[in-house]
T-cell receptor, first 116, second 113 residues
Framework: EAQVTQNPRYLITVTGKKLTVTCSQN?????MSWYRQDPGLGLRQIYY???????DKGDVPEGYKVSRKEKRNFPLILESPSPNQTSLYFC???????????????FGNGTRLTVT | AQSVSQHNHHVILSEAASLELGCNYS??????LFWYVQYPGQHLQLLLK??????LVKGIKGFEAEFIKSKFSFNLRKPSVQWSDTAEYFC???????????FGAGTRLTVKP
């Protein structure tokens, strides 16, 4: 089954404790992206990747890191989480690189992160 | 950079009522337009998309949207809503020059049985 898999689904952590949210897709998609969803703000892009070893900042990259060492995986890293990073996070992928601009996004099930 | 505006924050309808959710975007060039739906506790799923051609686009579950270029709008419609349409709806836009898909803030639809 074609899917985007995020783990964990729920995570509660404390300020400053490094964490990683994993994302994996099995559709051979070149484009992958991370969003955070906050009430009243919709989805805001954190980082995206056009291909292996190619990543770019989205609208709200501060406090986050990503890596794209393999095509299927795109982990989101919070080196020193803070309470304002409490949010619902979605990983997404789409098409191949040339069609990424008009290919719909396939979303993971989300990770609800709470930073105390 | 483009922005996306969804004017209705929360819409409450009774079953069988007609639905129209507004979406306007700011980018003046060639755009690709999407509507996504997020059912309670689930991830976003594609409802419909517009790339080119007929500006009236039909999607899943009886939804449709009309692209009006002169108004920079892509409103979502459904003639008769059902209780199962209760969800949050997001309009999204990207252009042909970059890859940041911009989302609106979302419209929460509640359909009363």
């Amino acid at each position: 089954e074609a899917q985007v898999t995020q783990n964990p689904r729920y995570l509660i952590t404390v300020t400053g404790k490094k964490l990683t949210v994993t994302c994996s897709q099995n559709m051979n998609h070149e484009y992958m992206s991370w969003y955070r969803q906050d009430p009243g703000l919709g989805l805001r892009q954190i980082y995206y990747s056009m291909n292996v070893e190619v990543t770019d900042k989205g609208d709200v990259p501060e406090g986050y890191k990503v890596s794209r060492k393999e095509k299927r995986n795109f982990p989101l890293i919070l080196e020193s989480p803070s309470p304002n990073q409490t949010s619902l996070y979605f990983c997404a992928s789409s098409g191949d690189r040339d069609r990424a601009r008009n290919s719909p996004l396939h979303f993971g099930n989300g990770t609800r992160l709470t930073v105390t | 950079a483009q922005s996306v505006s969804q004017h209705n924050h929360h819409v409450i309808l009774s079953e069988a009522a007609s639905l129209e959710l507004g979406c306007n975007y700011s980018y003046g060039g060639t755009v690709n337009l999407f509507w996504y739906v997020q059912y309670p506790g689930q991830h976003l799923q594609l409802l419909l998309k517009y790339f080119s051609g007929d500006p009236l686009v039909k999607g899943i579950k009886g939804f449709e949207a009309e692209f009006i270029k002169s108004k920079f709008s892509f409103n979502l419609r459904k003639p008769s809503v059902q209780w199962s349409d209760t969800a949050e709806y997001f309009c999204a836009v990207n252009d042909n020059f970059n890859n940041d898909m911009r989302f609106g803030a979302g419209t929460r639809l509640t359909v009363k049985p």
